[in-house]
């Protein structure tokens, strides 16, 4: 069985200032784990993903999330936020044999202010 | 590649009538994904494909939802008859060897 917990339904932040979206996940084992952001009345779009290797992983519009096997946990981070960042982000996991699906958190909505 | 194709991008019906989603999923990807998104529940996985073949539905809430692939190109998902609170955004996904999934656009289903 496998679970996310993503604390914080909404998180605000200025412009320019740290972003940071916790994400913990329960696995039986090592897990795939990503994160997903949705603008309004758009699909998911994949920002990052972690499988195998290097624990800090690298995304698109500058995030980045680590693995940290000892929290259980994959925050997303950026060092300095933009207003076109406001959307709601998803922290997913998956398991890497068998038929195994992607579960996602309830999702946080990120707002930036000026 | 056009990416994951849905139709209709909204629908909206009276309740007791059939509704039909289409997805199209990206050429080459081997799974397929129905979700569902309300406010309250967030996002849902409702069934799976893996080659064409539904692997689990249990995430279906009722006999009235049914999904179908014919072929690797072509999926539908089907509620009938719908309900006022099957109202939702309705995502289909594909992917590759359990890889990232790759979302569509989505259908926002009204049932009025």
């Known amino acids: 069985a496998q679970s996310v917990t993503q604390l914080g339904s909404h998180v605000s932040v200025s412009e320019g200032a740290l972003v940071l979206l916790r994400c913990n996940y329960s696995?039986?084992?090592?897990?795939?784990l990503f994160w997903y952001v949705q603008y309004p009345n758009q699909g998911l779009q994949l920002l990052l993903k972690y499988t195998t290797g290097a624990t800090l992983v690298k995304g698109i519009n500058g995030f980045e999330a680590e693995f940290k096997k000892s929290e259980t946990s994959f925050h997303l981070t950026k060092p300095s936020a933009h207003m076109s960042d406001a959307a709601e982000y998803f922290c997913a996991v998956s398991q890497p044999s068998g038929y195994s699906t992607l579960t996602f958190g309830k999702g946080t909505m990120l707002l930036v202010s000026p | 590649d056009a990416g994951v194709i849905q139709s209709p991008r909204h629908e909206v019906t009276e309740m007791g009538q059939e509704v039909t989603l289409r997805c199209k999923p990206i050429s080459g990807h081997d799974y397929l994904f129905w979700y569902r998104q309300t406010m309250m529940r967030g996002l849902e996985l409702l069934i799976y494909?893996?080659?064409?073949?539904?692997?689990?539905d249990s995430g279906m809430p009722e006999d009235r939802f049914s999904a179908k692939m014919p072929n690797a190109s072509f999926s539908t998902l089907k509620i009938q008859p719908s309900e006022p609170r099957d109202s939702a955004v309705y995502f289909c996904a594909s992917s590759l060897d359990r890889g990232e999934a790759f979302f569509g656009q989505g259908t926002r289903l009204t049932v009025v």
């Open positions: 696995s039986s084992v090592p897990p795939y």
């Open positions: 494909f893996n080659n064409n073949v539904p692997i689990d």
